[in-house]
Structures are given as C-alpha cells and as structure tokens.
C-alpha cells in the first residue's frame, strides 16, 4: 500500500524551530522527486522545498536560508528555522513517481500523485 504520513508539526513561537517528518510506505522515496508543499485557509497550495531524483534541492525564495529538505532511508524531513508567523499553514509532503532519474522535481503540486493527510504547523 503506497502512502505517505507526515508528523512533526505544533505550535511554535516565532524565531523558533520545527522538524517536519514524512514516512513513505510502498514505495523507496529516493527514487522520486520529492516536495513539501503547504496551504492556509483561502489560499492555494504553494511549494515549500523540493527534492530532485538526482539529490538535489531547490526552495521558494521565501523559505531559502531557512528551511532544509533532505531524506534518511523510508523518511523525507523539513527542518524549519527562524519561523515566521506567516509560515502557519498545513503542511503536506508528495511524490512524483513520474519524476525518476535525472528529473528535476516540479513547482506544480498537480505533477504530485501520492500525497499525505498533512500537518498543521502554528506560528504566533
């Protein structure tokens, strides 16, 4: 069964931290493009930081220099620094299983097919 579970997130004081954690079950998540994506209230969902198959990463500007993506086995991690209370959203972490060697991982959350249930992160 493919599925995706994220965990990690709370309430936080801004200028604090927070890890974010997604365990991938059915599938090896180092073989895809991976992403953490996060949506507020009445707003779209936007790209947070993305995993390419070939291990790199990319971010939105306004995450840059303050939040790492990175993977250790089953596990796909978001460590969050410097927290902003812009940053309260729900958080979700996705695969593109169409996005395998030499793929850079896409901006659109519609190029993701397998998604988490997410995890609400609260700033104030």
């Known amino acids: 069964h493919v599925q995706l579970v994220e965990s990690g997130g709370g309430s936080v004081q801004a200028g604090g931290s927070l890890r974010l954690s997604c365990a991938a079950s059915?599938?090896?998540?180092?073989?895809?493009?991976m992403g953490w994506f996060r949506q507020s209230p009445g707003k779209e969902r936007e790209g947070v930081a993305r995993?390419?198959?070939?291990?790199g990463t990319s971010y939105a500007d306004s995450m840059k220099g303050r939040f790492t993506i990175s993977h250790a086995g089953r596990t796909l991690y978001l460590q969050m620094n410097s927290l902003k209370s812009e940053d309260t959203a729900m958080y979700f972490c996705?695969?593109?299983?169409?996005?395998?060697?030499?793929?850079?991982?896409?901006?659109?959350?519609?190029?993701?097919?397998?998604w988490g249930q997410g995890t609400q992160v609260t700033v104030s």
């Open positions: 996705a695969a593109d299983t169409a996005c395998r060697v030499g793929c850079i991982a896409n901006t659109s959350a519609a190029r993701y097919n397998i």
């Open positions: 059915g599938f090896t998540l180092r073989n895809y493009c």
């Open positions: 995993s390419h198959s070939d291990g």
